[in-house]
């Protein structure tokens, strides 16, 4: 199988009809291994394989590995797996057929003479492709941007001054290594992959950036990108001065997971505050339109391992463990915390909490004891030992005050636990603690969880685990019979701890059997093939599409195309144009003519001057066909006399300035308004930035000028108002772009068009040309309703047909133009071949001036 991870962009950007899939595969699959490709071997020396796998390649900042000091090997280190590390364990949920490739870092640093080398033990020996980064570099990437910049400000802390801790102000150089961390991992990546076929995972923060380095390597790289940390509201977000970069980076993905809805959720308010994308869900998945492609957002938290914590609990030196920790606490009531040292997980709060706790209930003096494990910190500076400071002072604060020869109520273990010796301590603690005051996931409850039912059986006793958990972590929506808390209020975490502590077994025991059913049932493999699966599935169009890379750096993104939707050219267009004698075009205004965005919605001398052309040719009939009022566009078309308008979606129209205005219907009953606008108006009034537009045939109510993601919630929760307040009047209720607007039924874009074409096939002159122009969702009915009609066998033929879109979507339409200053050059286009020539009365249908 070849590669299609150098494909030429500006290639293929070059033609209009060039065609991703159809270009010639000029560019070989490189060896697994890279540096120094020579010296390593070639596709002969790779492992022989008798049919190509499917494979799965699984990115993360580390390797999955463990490295030990070994004078023997080949570069005088040892490798073998880490059981503990996610990347190794969601292997389990990947098709037994397929192959699993791992990309990352090593934790130890390698001379650079023993890359090749290294590369090729990893690769022959664990299918694991290391990514060198010099040390330096390493440090910028990971210590200063992602972990003092980057990290601290995904779990809501800003950097509001450069002593604050944690956070540091934006460096536009650690930006710059940030991304060139992240290229290298491109670019070794990309010397493997085979988009065709593989299935790529990007984990975490660290990798932001990836999914642009690889989208624009290869453009239909299947891409899923997983966040486990805290994605931050979008107040948060929008102050890191790269956010649309990181935002278009995710959005370069598939598949964007999420361990909450919260975190889903503000991803999705980001988007639509910073890039006004807008999303829809279907069929139970939240999908983003994103230049023609859907990105899928996925929402499931991460679960354990179950068959490495079984593997844990049954070995000799955990039950041991257990054993001494029984005897050690026998009449005492353990409780335990295990947390990083790092500003978010509220270890200090913790410790305040244990010592409310003992000054409010003596009874327990002497006999509470938290014992608090502190893994090593991950990051370095001034804000890791500050915090080991304080953890420190407070748990000697605590000891002096309610201590006593035999018994101390902190217990702190600041040291590498192994983890057997965890798992012993989940195994006999009566009560977990887990109080971050922000965190993105946190599996020490469902450890916990897991290790007290394991525990349990071996000893043939009750099942029954408590456990106290931060309402600001992810695992906390899962755990429905834990005691949530607000970290920040020590005193009902200190009350937290006595309820869990005094609560009767037969609670604990049901509580304990509700986690365990879901944790066991919600593992890793669960988790990853559930990613797997969806990944497979919003992928599955990749070759039914045709794609272009456009923009430059980190503005890169994909336009993917159906394959009959195309970009409608100028010189394609024009000699179908001047080949035809009986031509009808039909053309949307707001967001076709002008910019949607725009102040002032009058049409500019230019727009008057292209229609006033079009309209001269004896050939053409042009229509405006907009949902405004017959007022306006009146008073700003009375220039244009040979011009026909249909109003108000088609309610109201004329075939030219000095014809009279024609109703679809003659007898309408309008007492629904009297109900509707009462109802509008409550919404315009609750929503600042929205106004009502009153027409004759209908009522609008716009939201473009209010909040987006307030405008948008008030635009639903007023269609549903409206339709159940006018569900036996004869209306019909629709939402648009910005508006929800209520219209007598019976009228629209689409019936419309349908008369117009029978009106001028009607004269006698089979109507060889069509054009229709429009951009948003009504227009879409003009679109099927040509589509209907082409297809009818009953009505001529017509021999050239151009719907066209206004933007690169999904629509009906075949053509799509990019704004509205192409859809003003394609028509000034078509003016200059028009003959310019005046028409005469004798030219001029009849038929044109009656009713439908």
Not at 710 to 725: I, P, R, T, W
Not at 734 to 740: D, E, L, P, S, Y
Request: proline share 6%; glycine share 6%; aromatic share 10%.
């Amino acid at each position: 199988m070849l590669s299609l991870s150098s494909a030429n962009l500006l290639e293929l950007a070059a033609g209009e009809d060039s065609d991703f899939a159809a270009s010639p595969r000029r560019f070989p699959l490189l060896p697994c291994l890279m540096d120094d490709a020579a010296s390593i071997g070639t596709d002969d020396d790779a492992p022989a394989s008798p049919t190509q796998r499917e494979r799965r390649i699984v990115v993360t900042h580390r390797l999955p590995l463990r490295t030990a000091p070994d004078p023997s090997a080949p570069v005088g280190l040892a490798f073998s797996w880490d059981p503990d590390a996610l990347a190794l364990q969601l292997r389990a949920g990947f098709p037994s057929s397929s192959e699993v490739v791992h990309v990352g870092t090593l934790a130890v640093s390698i001379d650079r003479a023993h890359h090749a080398s290294v590369s090729r033990i990893l690769y022959e020996r664990f299918r694991c492709l290391p990514v060198f980064i010099p040390a330096d570099l390493h440090h910028r990437f990971y210590h200063d941007f992602c972990k003092h910049y980057l990290w601290p400000l995904l779990h809501y802390l800003l950097p509001l001054s450069p002593s604050s801790l944690g956070g540091l102000p934006f460096d536009r150089s650690l930006w710059l290594s940030y991304l060139s961390a992240n290229k290298l991992f491109a670019d070794r990546l990309i010397e493997l992959l085979n988009p065709d076929d593989d299935l790529v995972w990007i984990h975490d923060y660290h990798l932001l950036a990836l999914p642009t380095f690889l989208r624009r390597r290869s453009p239909r790289v299947k891409l899923g990108f997983f966040l486990h940390s805290p994605f931050p509201s979008s107040e948060i977000f929008r102050t890191i001065p790269v956010r649309d970069e990181l935002l278009r980076a995710l959005l370069n993905a598939d598949l964007v997971g999420f361990h909450t809805f919260d975190y889903a959720r503000h991803f999705l308010t980001s988007c639509s505050r910073l890039l006004g994308l807008d999303y829809q869900s279907k069929r139970g998945y939240i999908g983003i339109e994103y230049y023609g492609r859907t990105v899928t957002v996925k929402i499931l938290p991460v679960g354990i391992d179950m068959g490495q914590l079984e593997l844990v609990m049954s070995s000799k030196e955990t039950i041991a463990k257990v054993l001494e920790l029984i005897a050690t606490y026998s009449d005492k009531i353990l409780m335990l915390g295990v947390d990083d040292v790092d500003l978010f997980k509220g270890i200090g709060m913790k410790l305040l909490a244990v010592e409310q706790l003992l000054e409010e209930h003596p009874q327990l003096r002497g006999r509470a004891v938290l014992v608090q494990i502190n893994n090593p910190p991950r990051s370095e500076g001034k804000d890791v030992q500050e915090v080991q400071d304080e953890i420190g002072s407070i748990s000697k604060r605590i000891n002096e005050r309610f201590g006593r020869p035999g018994y101390q109520p902190i217990v702190l273990i600041n040291r590498t636990v192994p983890t057997y010796e965890k798992a012993a301590f989940y195994a006999v603690a009566e009560c977990c603690v887990v109080n971050p005051v922000r965190d993105g996931m946190n599996l020490v409850p469902y450890e916990y969880t897991v290790y007290r039912q394991l525990s349990s059986a071996l000893a043939d006793a009750p099942k029954k685990s408590m456990i106290i958990v931060s309402e600001f972590i992810g695992c906390s929506p899962s755990l429905s019979g834990a005691i949530r808390v607000n970290p920040w209020n020590v005193n009902a975490v200190a009350e937290a701890i006595n309820s869990a502590i005094t609560m009767s077994d037969t609670e604990k025991q049901l509580r304990h059997e509700k986690h365990y059913k879901y944790v066991s049932s919600h593992d890793v493999p669960y988790w990853a093939r559930s990613f797997d699966q969806d990944l497979q599935r919003a992928c599955r169009e990749h070759f039914n599409r045709r794609c272009w890379g456009i923009g430059f750096g980190m503005s890169f993104r994909v336009v993917a195309l159906g394959p009959t939707f195309r970009k409608l050219s100028v010189e394609h267009i024009v000699g179908s144009y001047q080949k035809t004698n009986s031509r009808l075009i039909l053309l949307d205004y707001d967001g076709t003519m002008i910019p949607q965005s725009s102040i002032d919605k009058k049409p500019s001398y230019e727009v008057i001057s292209i229609i006033n052309r079009l309209c001269t040719d004896p050939k053409n009939v042009v229509f405006l066909v907009s949902g405004r009022g017959k007022d306006e566009l009146s008073k700003w078309f009375a220039p244009c006399e040979k011009l026909g308008i249909s109003a108000e979606h088609g309610y109201f129209t004329r075939w030219k300035r000095d014809a009279p205005w024609e109703s679809c219907m003659l007898a309408a009953d309008f007492n629904w308004k009297k109900m509707a606008e009462p109802v509008m108006r409550l919404y315009m009034e609750a929503t600042d930035g929205s106004a009502i537009e009153h027409k004759e045939s209908g009522l609008v109510w716009h939201h473009q000028e209010a909040d987006p993601d307030f405008g948008s919630c008030q635009a639903k929760e007023l269609l549903d108002h409206l339709e159940n307040v006018l569900a036996n009047e004869p209306v019909v209720v629709k939402r648009g772009q910005h508006i929800v607007e209520v219209n007598p039924q019976g009228i629209g874009k689409g019936i419309v068009v349908e008369n117009l074409m029978a009106t001028v096939s009607s004269t006698g002159k089979a109507l060889d040309f069509l054009l229709c122009i429009g951009d948003d969702r009504s227009d879409e009915d003009m679109f099927e309703s040509i589509s209907s009609y082409i297809n009818d066998p009953s009505v001529l033929a017509i021999r050239e047909v151009f719907a066209c879109t206004v933007g690169q979507k999904p629509s009906k339409a075949k053509y799509y133009l990019d704004d509205t200053v192409e859809v003003i050059k394609l028509l000034q286009g078509l003016g200059n071949a028009s003959c310019v020539q005046p028409p005469t009365s004798e030219q001029l249908p009849v038929a044109f001036e009656g009713s439908f």
